[in-house]
């Protein structure tokens, strides 16, 4: 009974894998088609990824945005607007953000890395 367990788990495991590889590979063709960057913020606005062309573009690297927020970055009067329009993203109180403009819902039921 353990043995038949214990391949039950490894499958699950190896099954698991594979689905985060196949993910992480989309998520990679993605940003690659595009000439733009994309970013992850934490609860504190501070990047915690930065992926794109533009970075390679810009002579830049995700190493010269980890860790940091926007103020560390741009300067704090530069930094406003980014931080205004983050800051939707990562309030745990905010539930939809909407596009300016159209007022359409662009995000919906935000979840939010630790």
């Known amino acids: ?3 038949g367990a214990v391949v039950i788990e490894i499958t699950d495991r190896r099954r698991a894998e594979e689905g985060l590889r196949e993910s992480e590979e ?3 063709a993605l940003i690659d088609a595009m000439d733009d960057v994309v970013f992850s913020l934490d609860r504190r606005q501070r990047y ?3 992926w794109g062309r533009w970075l390679e573009r810009e002579g830049l690297a995700e190493e010269d945005f980890l860790c940091k927020d926007a103020i560390g970055i741009l300067g704090a009067e530069p930094a406003a607007p980014h931080r205004h329009h983050s800051s939707a ?14 007022g359409r819902p ?3 039921d935000l979840a939010l890395a630790a």
């Open 1 to 3: 009974m353990a043995l």
């Open 26 to 28: 989309r998520f990679r």
């Open 48 to 50: 915690t990824g930065v």
């Open 89 to 102: 993203c990562t309030d745990r109180r905010a539930r939809r953000l909407r596009m300016e403009g159209g």
């Open 106 to 108: 662009l995000l919906s």
